[in-house]
C-alpha cells in the first residue's frame, strides 16, 4: 500500500546542512516525507540558495520587520497553510516560537538540537560539555513544545568525545549524526509510526539491540 507523502515545510536561520540531509533523503520517492517549502527568518541565510537550486519553494519571512513575534508568526502560519503543510521541521531555526505557533502545529513540529537533551539546553553546547569533560555527548531530535529545546526525544545519536576535541571538530561529528537521525526521525513521524505518552515516544525500538557506546574502551 501506498500512502501519500507529507506536505514538509523546513524552517532556517542559517547555514542549512540538516535542511540539506533532509531535502536529499527526500530525492527518494519512497521517502515519507516531501520537502515542499523552506522559510528563513534571515534573509541572508545560505541555505535558501541549495533550496531554490533543487526547485523547491522558498521564502524569507524577516523577523526584524514585524512588531513582535506574534505578527511574525501569523505571516509564517499564512504561508505554512498556503503551501498545505502538514509537518514543520525546525533546522537551526534560531527564533523562540510562541506558545500560540507551537500549539497549531501540536505533534508536527520538530527539532533538531545538539547535544544529548535534556543536557545541554541553549546554545555553545560542544564547548559547554567540553568544558563539562563529559565522555559522550550527542543530539536530539525532538518534538516541539512551548519551552527552548524541551520535548518528547524522538531520536538520539552519541558520539564519543576525543582528547583532541575542540568545540569544532567535536561539532563536526555531531553535526554528521543529526543529519542521519533527523532524517529517520521525520520519516518515523511521516509514516505515523510513533506513540507518544506524556515524554516519552514509543517507536517499536529497533530489531537488534544496539551496542552500547563506552568511552574510552568502547569494544
Ligand atoms: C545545528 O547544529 C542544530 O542542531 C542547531 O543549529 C545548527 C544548525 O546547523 N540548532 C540548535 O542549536 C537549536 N537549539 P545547520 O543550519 O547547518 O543545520
Known sequence: MTTRRKRTAILISGRGSNMRALIESARDPSYPAE????????????????????HIACAVIDHK???????FERSLQVLLELH?????????????????????????????????????RGLNTHARAL???????????????????EGP?????????????????????????????????????AEGRLRVEGNRVYCGGPAALPAPLRVPFNG
Not at 520587520?65 to 505578527?71: T, V
Not at 568544558?131 to 529545546?149: L, N, R, Y
Request: hydrophobic letters at 50%.
Open 35 to 54: 520537502i515542499v517549502l523552506v522559510l528563513s527568518n534571515r534573509p541572508g541565510a545560505a541555505g535558501l540558495g541549495f533550496a531554490a537550486e533543487n
Open 131 to 149: 568544558a563539562d569533560g563529559v565522555k559522550i555527548h550527542g543530539c536530539t531530535v525532538h518534538f516541539v513544545v512551548p519551552a527552548m529545546d
Open 65 to 71: 520587520i514585524y512588531a513582535g513575534r506574534d505578527e
Open 153 to 189: 526525544i524522538i531520536a538520539q545519536a552519541a558520539v564519543p568525545v576525543l582528547d583532541s576535541d575542540t568545540p569544532d571538530s567535536l561539532a563536526a561529528r555531531v553535526l554528521a549524526e543529526e543529519h542521519v537521525i533527523y532524517s529517520a526521525a521525520l520519516a518515523s513521524v
Open 84 to 120: 498545505r503543510i502538514e509537518l514543520i521541521c525546525l533546522a537551526g531555526f534560531m527564533r523562540m516560537l510562541t506558545p500560540w505557533f507551537v500549539g497549531q502545529w501540536q505533534g508536527r513540529l520538530l527539532n533538531v538540537h545538539p547535544a544529548l537533551l535534556p543536557a545541554y
